[in-house]
């Protein structure tokens, strides 16, 4: 028997927390600082979960927020979020770079009127397909999916024990993320053939990987060859794809792996 919405809020509350930041050893970065490709995706992860409150805002106008248990999820989401946010930036505080309310307040400063449309079009969508719920909490899971597999990719690369230990447990919030953005989806997507055709071909024409609409091109495809090329990339990547074939009527897209493809370094050599 699926759990009641009231089961929903509740056990979401009980498990909700700040980040654990008991025992890792920040001074490590002092005496073994990381290199500057890890430096580079890490600013990245840091403003894209800092930006997370603002993504809230597009879905808070949306017809979600009639539902308490999605409310519910949104807010402990956030938060934890955030929190990601501000350890990630003791990182780059500790390596001599702004970070945290110094760097959030120049990211947002540099964003357009794209950003400040976000929510009126958010809003406009679902108040004319209802079905758009779907596609947000769908577009919610795959970015949930590439984020917790970035954080993965990136450990790998680093190797640096305490980055690692970090990144475990941002990955571990991340992985009861997944879990309701993927849920919610589905369940959405299974009980409609309208949602599922809506949310196949916007993922299809307008998906590009999380924070794009934040991070400058650049970047981006920075972070897609980084993470996502190479053999041990693009094995992640398909990973990625797998997950997302796992939603009703979104099987064999690719989306993860075009998008490396299309913004790595092949592509970037051949513009």
Excluded at 60 to 71: G, I, N
Excluded at 117 to 123: A, D
Excluded at 219 to 240: Q, S, T
């Amino acid at each position: 028997m699926s759990a009641t919405p009231e089961t929903a809020r509740k056990k979401w509350q009980g498990r909700s927390h700040a980040l654990d930041l008991e025992g890792i050893d920040f001074a490590a970065f002092r005496s073994r600082p990381l290199e500057p490709e890890t430096l580079r995706a890490l600013r990245y992860m840091h403003d894209v979960e800092h930006h997370t409150v603002c993504y809230l805002r597009d879905l808070l106008v949306t017809r979600l927020h009639r539902d308490p248990a999605m409310t519910t999820f949104l807010t402990i989401w956030v938060y934890e979020e955030h929190w990601h946010g501000e350890a990630i930036g003791e990182v780059l505080q500790l390596h001599d770079e702004p970070g945290n309310e110094a760097r959030i307040s120049v990211v947002r400063q540099r964003l357009g009127l794209h950003d400040r449309l976000r929510p009126l079009l958010s809003q406009l969508s679902t108040a004319v397909l209802p079905t758009m719920s779907a596609l947000h909490l769908a577009w919610g899971a795959v970015n949930e999916w590439s984020t917790q597999a970035g954080y993965a990719r990136l450990s790998q690369l680093a190797d640096h024990p305490v980055l690692s230990e970090l990144l475990c447990r941002i990955m571990r919030q991340e992985g009861r993320h997944i879990d309701f953005y993927q849920r919610e989806a589905s369940l959405r997507l299974e009980e409609s053939p309208l949602a599922r055709r809506l949310t196949r071909s916007a993922l299809a024409h307008l998906w590009a990987p999380v924070g794009s609409g934040v991070m400058p091109k650049s970047e981006v495809a920075f972070l897609a060859g980084y993470l996502f090329c190479g053999v041990d990339g693009e094995k992640a990547a398909a990973r990625i794809d797998r997950q997302i074939d796992r939603l009703p009527g979104l099987d064999g897209m690719h989306l993860v792996s075009r998008a490396a493809e299309r913004l790595g370094p092949r592509a970037q050599l051949a513009s």
